[in-house]
């Protein structure tokens, strides 16, 4: 089909005139002026207060990592063991994220290597924790002015036995007490071994190498954890 020609501009376009210039920049959002709009972003949230005032007393102020000062810099900034947002989702996660067990007053340089530089040897000495089965307060860490020790969540701290260094890496440690230890009893070490996936395994032992601690050894030929008494020996449970 064919197309007739297009007619003739009866009025040419004057060569002088001016182009209409634009009042709006396309690119503008919003904003008085042309200028684009910037999108607010929301920086970390702070740590709550009580939160670094326990820290703080746990630490006294001195850096509780000390690779690199011996623990004897000042304490500038808390590092996180296990990383922000691997708590778990929501207000119960931030506060697993946030909980003094989770963290260490750290000097600048020490927080930068266990974070960046040297993070193999963090973890082999607990100042990170890999997301996973174990909390915070669970897993042993070398402080550097209390040695080896678990960390809890009122700020304080308590020694943990040897039996928690092995070669293949730190074994958690689960504290319960006597009337816990009863294998019919309800309680943190019958929801531990459920939490470990170790609850129908067929059974596990103790092997106590001292008054108040043992390995956990499971049915299925694993120790997952370290079992401590926080208050009576063994042979003194009913």
Not at 6 to 30: C, D, E, H, N
Not at 82 to 90: H, I, L, R, V
Not at 174 to 196: A, N
Request: glycine share 12%; charged share 25%.
């Amino acid at each position: 089909m064919k197309r007739s020609p297009m007619p003739p501009r009866r009025t040419p376009l004057s060569r002088g005139a001016k182009q209409l210039a634009r009042k709006t920049s396309i690119r503008a959002v919003g904003k008085a002026g042309g200028k684009p709009g910037k999108k607010a972003t929301a920086g970390p949230k702070p740590l709550p207060a009580k939160v670094v005032a326990l820290v703080r007393h746990r630490s006294g102020g001195l850096c509780e990592v000390g690779l690199e000062c011996g623990g004897l810099a000042p304490a500038v900034e808390r590092a996180h063991r296990m990383a922000k947002g691997t708590g778990g989702p929501g207000r119960k996660g931030r506060a697993v994220s946030n909980s003094p067990s989770n963290l260490l007053d750290a000097c600048r340089r020490d927080h930068d290597r266990i974070d960046r530089a040297k993070v193999t040897d963090a973890y082999a000495w607990g100042y990170k924790i890999r997301h996973g089965i174990a909390r915070p307060y669970e897993v042993p860490v070398l402080h550097a002015g209390y040695g080896w020790v678990l960390l809890d969540d009122r700020g304080g701290w308590r020694s943990v036995p040897d039996t928690v260094l092995t070669p293949s890496g730190l074994l958690p440690v689960v504290q319960i007490t006597c009337s816990e230890y009863e294998y019919d009893t309800p309680g943190v070490l019958i929801k531990t071994l459920h939490r470990y996936g170790h609850l129908d395994c067929g059974g596990w032992s103790y092997d106590w190498s001292g008054e108040l601690d043992a390995v956990l050894f499971c049915a299925c030929g694993s120790d997952p954890f370290v079992v401590v008494l926080t208050d009576l020996p063994p042979e003194t449970c009913s």
